[in-house]
């Protein structure tokens, strides 16, 4: 019957390539063939949301002060994760003080800095209704522990302690910046950015991870866009479910000494597939200092800085 059923959709449509739904009616998943998205249309404008209807964030998509005026209504705390290990502390200055002038301003904003220096955590000066708790955490030899870890503490803070102290998460990089305002017009049940690499990028180049034998798999024939894994966010409950599964498939990777082509970034575009993100933010709340900026992006607002990375990382 799916066989069948398969090959009817197919002829009828002409499509050929394939995503994966989960149907909750039936709990079960089930392949539906679609073309693989682009954010550009055929005049190579941005489009305004993915083929599943949800909205594409970029200037001129949204008006920031009805926005954040509908959102201040509701009384939320938007909890903020950095991870500043080893020479990565370094970041965390400019990070927090370009945040406090564009991130979220006017909203009750708590971050959450996990280091294994918590000395050298600086003294930033915070706005009104803005908080900094610094939980010390183990050293790592390996940058790529430390891209694996994050999951697992993502997921035991929120169980522990988010929960009762705030609506919505956002797990950001530490080393970038913020350039422009950062506010309501991000905030959805589940949020992830469009890596600003492989925005113009055709599928098949896209770094998924290749491996069927990982958990992290995506076969060429699927997939939508390529998430970058220096933001993630949404409400508690939905970054909850994602951190605890990509855990748990980071685990069973491990069981079997595998680590993904790009650690905890591969498991969370896995993850997308399978449970589409609710808004996209566009490559404005996901750049890089070494990348011009082209015509289509109009300004930019978070980006990674420009770093030598043997200098940073503790391995190669």
């Known amino acids: 019957m799916k066989v069948h059923f398969y090959l009817f959709f197919r002829a009828l449509t002409g499509l050929s390539l394939t995503g994966l739904v989960y149907l909750g009616f039936t709990s079960r998943w089930i392949k539906l063939l679609y073309r693989q998205p ?144 950062w506010g309501a017009e991000s905030l959805g049940r589940l949020v992830g950015a469009i890596h600003p690499w492989y925005y113009k990028t055709h599928h098949d180049w896209f770094p998924y991870e290749r491996r069927p034998e990982s958990q992290a798999y995506i076969p060429y024939s699927e997939g939508d866009y390529y998430y970058g894994g220096a933001v993630i966010g949404g409400l508690l409950k939905d970054v909850y479910q994602l951190a605890k599964t990509c855990k748990e498939r980071l685990d069973i990777d491990a069981a079997k000494s595998i680590e993904a082509a790009w650690q905890e970034e591969s498991h969370l575009n896995k993850y997308f597939l399978y449970n589409k993100p609710s808004k996209l933010l566009s490559p404005e709340y996901l750049w890089d200092d070494i990348k011009s900026k082209p015509q289509e992006i109009k300004i930019i607002r978070f980006s990674h800085v420009n770093k030598n990375y043997y200098e940073v990382r503790p391995n190669p």
């Open 38 to 181: 682009s954010v550009f249309d055929s005049e190579g404008n941005f489009l305004p949301m993915a083929p599943w209807v949800a909205p594409i964030v970029r200037e001129g998509t949204f008006d920031p002060t009805l926005i954040d005026a509908i959102y201040k209504k509701q009384n939320i705390t938007i909890a903020t994760t950095v991870f500043a290990l080893g020479k990565y502390t370094q970041f965390l200055k400019n990070f927090l003080e370009s945040a406090e002038q564009n991130y979220f301003v006017g909203f009750r904003v708590h971050y959450y800095v996990f280091t294994d220096l918590p000395e050298l955590v600086p003294a930033v000066k915070l706005g009104e209704d803005h908080h900094l708790t610094v939980l010390t955490v183990a050293s790592s030899n390996r940058w790529q522990e430390i891209s694996l870890r994050r999951m697992e503490r993502l997921e035991k803070l929120i169980e522990s302690q988010l929960v009762n102290e705030a609506d919505y998460v956002f797990s950001l990089d530490v080393d970038t910046k913020f350039y422009g305002r």
